[in-house]
């Protein structure tokens, strides 16, 4: 409770670029690389993410008051999987095929490092509006990701895009599939594991791609000599 | 007069990597003549489409890491890498495989960690494992050799318009394709050794399998070629062909249906020569002291014979070489030679009590 919470605009860029729960802190890998093979599966899952985060922040937040630190971990853990099991259930009604297919990774997000993170290092330290706020919004980072990343995986692995969206949103999204390539041949590289890590390195190369572009730019807008000085300058070089 | 501070090693051998890597294509030359004679156009025409692709990959990175795009082509390393890769893929492999196995060999496996000399995995190895696992069904396509009943060898023509199939022609690969000889003794349940070497066109050989005993005698000629040039030290080849024929020995399994082969079956078999002399003699990914070699050569030989006899793929030195290239830090670490005039360095041990 020591440190001020942030503002809206600091907690969503956050989560969604400079704390990138998949990308900066590298947390929650195994579902990450484990589902994201095609963008259905990514999608459920990262939606999946976003209402325990959230949810886990808010209650989490409510309840800081009251939690002893000495045990505040165990219980945070036991929040979480409430709600994990909540989001299974309502899995289990809405699209059981895509629960069917997503598995043990469902119940595994009750061990997804971030959640647990963002818990103990944000949601246990400020109040209820910024906690759930930051859980959307490191939810959102991961989701996003996620779905980059099985977008990728499927187009290049499978040739189809949005491949089976109907387990998610019913059968209105049956026509949502594109095939990209007809007669595709598997490149079955991008669907197995080791193209999750291939295709995760590239993403994170991408990222700091940018986030030296930016920061380069940055600089040389602070490096410009002002314009508006009037002052000769008589020693030294302009550069 | 300029004072250069220099670090060890302050001798060096006379060779440079520009002369190595020719040597390295020269001694394949006799592989790749076999092969031709044995298989057909398909190689011939892959290595040389490969090769392009490869120095066009190779010029490609160099650019974009802005180095010397010369200075890069010119130590042959990436023509090396096309030719074993050209060497190691079936011969009618068709042209948009080759191109993504080499590309990715040049791209990833080399340039992503830092190109010549900090490649941790073999390149060419790599490129060719991405394609085993991605591609399963287009890497069995091996042709029958030369002089099976039944079976031409495939003009010129027919071999660019089966790497090309844009060039017209429609070549049935199923009837123009035949499991190898080490595929055959894998699916055996049946028969004998004796059986099958009377019954199975691809095992008629007069040591080993049909056409690929000769290839790699082939390979064995010019890994002694490069043996003689200095090229590398005896102790990884020997290592992985003792390995491989102390394993033979060992689970052969007598000779009837449930047998794994002779050794001379094996030691002639697949890419075991290839393996032995230009693959698992890569002086960047394998291990570096001459005992750290003998090791890293056991290990790729023992996982060699593991793979062909209980595995799943058709050949194996691939997978043995990466697995034991991810070995080769450690091999390192405890292998290190002693420095004249000291003692052992005790590596790996508890640090003795301060006295």
Redesign the interface.
Known sequence: MASPTPEAREITLNGLWNNNPALVQLLGLCPLLGVSNSVVNALGLGLATILVLAGSNLVVSLIRHQVNDAIRLPVFVMVIAALTTCVELLMQAFTYELYQILGIFIPLIVTNCSILGRADAFASKHPPGAAVLDGLMMGAGFALVLVVLGALRESIGQGTLFANMHLLFGPVAKSWSVVLVQDYKQFLFAILPPGAFFFMGLLIAVKNIVDNRISEAKKATQDKPSTGSKRVRVTGTVS | MALIRQTSPHTRGAETTSRVMQLVMLAALPGLLVTTAMFGWGTFINLIWISLIAVGSEALVARLRKRPVAFYLRDYSALVTAVLLALALPPLAPWWLTL?GTAFAII?AKHLYGGLGQNPFNPAMVGYV?LL????ADMVNWLPAAGTPGYETLSFGQSLQAIFPFLGGNLDYDAITMATALDVVRENSSLTWSELQATNAALGGTFAGKGWEWVNIAYLAGGLFLLYRKVFTWHAPVGMLGALIVMSLVFKNGSGSDTHGTVLFHLLSGATMLGAFFIVTDPVSGATSNRGRLIFGAGVGILVYVIRAWGGYPDAVAFAVLLMNMAAPTIDYYTQPRTYGHKKPRKGLAKPEDR
């Open positions: 993504i990833v991405l696992i991605s591609f399963p």
